[in-house]
Every structure is written in C-alpha cells, then in structure tokens.
C-alpha cells in the first residue's frame, strides 16, 4: 500500500488505524454473513417442519386402527383403510433388495478389489469397466419413470410378466442398483488398505481377504446403502404406477398386480374424493421413513463404536 | 563373522518400479535365527527390500524383480505367494490390527489355512499371544476389539498374529516407529526371546535400537539415480564400532541421514 511519507510515529498511528478500521469492516461483514446463513437454516427448516406438520396434521385425524387394517374399498369415495397397501409395500421391498443387494454389492466388491487387476491385463475388460462405471454414474441420475418405462418394456410387455409384483421387484431393483453400488464402493474404499496387507501378509488369499476383512469392515456403509435404498423403494410412485399396477387387492404371488402405499396416495388424491384418506397415508408414510433414518443413524453410530473398539 | 545357516540369500537383487529403479543389484546372505537390521536414509528402499521377501511388492502395479533370492536354498519367486506369505510373516510400521475381537485376530491367519477345531486355535491363540507377551494383560478380554488396545499392545496382537501360523522368517517394518518408548522397550526385549525360534529382519530409522536389537546390520544407502544400494553389511558390532566404509560412519555417526 501507498502511505505518504511522514515520520514513524505518524506512520506507526495510520497503521494502527488502519488496521482498527478494517478489523471492524471485517466483523461486521461476519456478522452479515451470519444473519444471512442463520436466516437459510431457518427458512429451510421451517419449510420442512411446515410440510411434515401439515401431513401430519392433515393426516393423524384418519388414522386409527381400523384405517390400518381394513382394506381399501375402492371406488371414486375412496373407502376402507390401507392394510393391503402396507403389506404389498413389504413384500415389494423385500423383493426389491433381495434382487438388488448382491448384485450392487457384488458389483463394488468386484470394481474396488478386482477391476484394477483385470483392466492390467486385458484392453477389451479395461474399456468394459470404463463403460460400466459411467453406466452406473449416468443411472444414478436418471429419473424413476425412465426406469419404469423400461420395465414396462421389458418385465411388463416383452418377458409378459404383466403388471406384478416381479414385474415392479425387478425395476425397482434397477433404480436402486446404483445407489447400493456407490455407497457400497464409497465404503469398500474406506477400508483402510492396511487391513488388507495385514491379511495378505499372513498367507490369506485375495478372496479370503475379502470375505474376512474387508467385507465385514465396510459393513455399515453398505448396510447405510441399503437402508437408504428401502427409503426409495417406499417412497417411490411413477415407477410402480407402470410395472406394479393398481390393485388394491393383496397380492397372492409374485405374478399378482399390487399397490404400494405411495402408490395408494398417488391414487387416492387424484381419483378420489377422499383426500383425508391420502393425508393419513402419507402420514404414515413420512412416519416410516423417519424411523428408517434413526435406524441408519442408530445402527452406524453403533457400528462406529465396535469399530473403534469401544463396545463389543 | 561367525558361521550360522543363511536362511535368505540374496543374489544381485534388484526391484523396479516401472522405469524407476529402487533397488540395485543387492547380494547379502541373512543368517538363520538371527536378528538382522537394515538402517539407511529415507527412500534409500529399506521396505521395498524387507518386502521382497515376502513379495508384498507384488500388490503394487508395474513392479518388477531382476537377480534371484532364495528361502533355505528354495527360489522365493518360484513358491506360491499365499505358501510364501505363510513362511514368511510380516509386521507393519503402524499396527493393523482387524476390526475383530483380539482372539479373531490371532485365529484369523490359521483359519485362512483351513483350521476349524476350536480347541486347536484355541491353544494357538494363547500360545501365540504368550509368545508375543500380551497373554497376562489380554487373557481376560478376549472376546474385546483388537482396537480397544493400547498402540503397543496392538502392535504385540500383530506379532501374535503373525506368530499363529507358525512362519519361519518374520519381517518388521520399523515395528516401533509409531509406539511411544516403553512400549518400544518391550518390543526390543520382545525380538530378543523370538529369535530363538525365528529369523527376524528389521527395518528401523532408529540406529540405537539397530544397536540394541540386532546381531547383524545391513546399511543402505541411495544411489544418485535414487536407486537404493547396500554399502555395507556385517556383525553390528563392527558396523558401530569399526565400519569398513567412510559413509556408514558418516551416517552412524549423524553426519547425513
């Protein structure tokens, strides 16, 4: 900076002043900052609570025990309760993650721990696995209805498995299949690379080292995935309205046509006069997704703690 | 220098990375029960050395191995890794224990070779865990995380982990380097009662402990072309007290280093 010539006391109390009158400038655009990054966590979180207090609000003054178990009666009053829908929501998660789990984490084993290998040895793997990656990249930005227009194609139409639980499970399993592989590489990388020279060191071999050690130590991670994959699966609508169908019935077998709870919202919000009725089950709806976050946060915690040896 | 049994000997080794040469051309012979150090600057290839023969360098792309070693006179190359890795153990600079309890921790490189019956681990794990004198401070907890212990305690859980399956040679990758120095102190006396049974080659920045720990020291340095090479090798009484070579003293005095 620029000073104009002047004795050192003079230059010794400009500097000092300087620096007090920036120091202030300086707080003061702290503060501002402040307010305003105070002012986005509030707005944010009002906007949640008011969304969630409304459903709730809305919703509570239906449910009861019957509105859980008696089935929905169908028609433009919307009658009944939702008991099937929460059973096909089951059944369609189970489905859904029994497909999708070793798939997704069979991939990420297979990208973290072997694909460096192969790629090594052969061109043609090394460009499959380059292919693959982005695949996954791209699917896990694609929209649910994508996935439901092609299981619609595929399950639905060309394989004639019609609207059914298959038909949904099997979709379903593609939305979530890159979800299940991300988190799970996310957490395979993790995994200290000490654990697996440790094993190596003792004569274990690569799959033993696997199966041993590095699995179990990304367990949580993967197990978040998975948790967080349930959370889609619930809540998901566009992609079941093509590939589970609507029926309000419980499904009999695989091959029956169902209607999941967000489905049942879906349904009976624009088809229906009872609106009440959508209220109370996406009520429950929002009600079983926070009780899935505290047991991802309850189960990692928990995790975290044996990891690090503070438990057994 | 007294005559005992080579148990690795070591012919014109050298090891490369890629273009990246970092070994040159190495020829020593490491004595059967013996304790032998290998000291030298930073990069000058003291672990990828001490990893050759266990062959963890493997894991590391586009590495590449010239001259030949041997284990009791068997070509080390030529024997599967997973047999190899088995006869020759190995402790990390920083201790790894598993995310498992302490018992599955020493049962785990057993149980990679087949063993089931309970009873037999059992017994392998508290010999291995007397072997590496954590027996007395562990026998109660050991159903707890192997990270529940101290550093140097899990330090001495990866020695019994690596005594449990019974190897002949046991490398140690400056074993002490992250303990504080108690802990050190009991690993030092440690390697004292294990040479009995096993050939131990330790990697160590600390001259003093090579002083203390070791019977024989390898000095190594770096080349211009930064490739690693052996100065000078001998009784680590002679290598403290009277070296050959100008740079060994240079060194062990703390002139360079």
Known sequence: MLLPVSSDAQLARRTVQLATGSLARRKLSQKVAFVFLWLAGFLVVAALVWIIGYVMVQGVRVINLEFLTTRPAGGVSGEGGISTTIVTTLYLVVLTIVIATPLGVGAAVYLVEYAEETERESRLVSYLIAIARTGIEILAGVPSIIFGLFGFALFVSAMKLKFSLLSAGLSGACLILPVIIRTSEEALLAVPRSYREGSLALGATKWQTTVGVVLPAAMPGIITGVILSVGRIIAETAIFWVTLGGSYRLPASLLSSGRSMALHVYMLASETRAFEKAMGTAAILIMTIVMLNLIINYTSRRFAARMMGKSR | ?257
Not at chain 2, 17 to 22: C, P
Not at chain 2, 37 to 44: H, L, Q
Not at chain 2, 103 to 112: E, K, L, Q, S, T
Not at chain 2, 198 to 223: C, E, K, P
């Open chain 2, 1 to 257: 220098m007294e005559s005992t049994r080579t148990k690795l000997k070591v012919r014109d080794f050298s090891v490369f990375y890629g273009d990246f040469q970092a070994l040159r051309d190495i020829t020593v012979d490491i004595p059967a029960h013996r304790i032998t150090a290998i000291i030298g600057p930073s990069g000058c290839g003291k672990s990828t050395f001490l990893r050759a023969f266990n062959r963890m360098n493997d894991l590391i792309p586009n590495t590449r191995v010239q001259g030949r070693v041997f284990l009791d006179d068997q070509d080390l190359f030529g024997i599967d890794v997973v047999e190899l890795r088995k006869r020759v153990g190995m402790v990390f600079q920083r201790p790894n224990p598993f995310p498992k309890t302490i018992f599955d921790n020493v049962a785990y490189g057993p149980r990679a070779h087949g063993l089931r019956d309970r009873a037999r681990l059992a017994e392998i794990v508290e010999r291995s865990l007397k072997d590496a004198a954590l027996w007395d401070e562990v026998k109660d907890d050991l159903d707890k995380s192997g990270l529940a212990l101290s550093g140097g305690q899990q330090q001495r859980l990866c020695i019994a982990r690596a005594l449990a399956v019974e190897p002949e040679v046991i490398l140690m990758d400056e074993p002490a380097s992250a303990l504080d120095p108690i802990a050190t102190l009991r690993i030092e006396e440690l390697l004292q009662t294990l040479k009995k049974n096993y050939t131990i080659v330790i990697v160590t920045h600390n001259m003093q402990q090579a002083a203390r720990v070791s019977d024989y020291t390898m000095f190594f340095n770096m080349a211009e072309d930064r490739a690693g090479y052996l100065v000078e090798y001998g009784p680590t009484k002679e290598i403290f007290t009277r070296p050959r070579e100008k740079l060994t003293e240079d060194y062990i005095t703390g002139r360079f280093g």
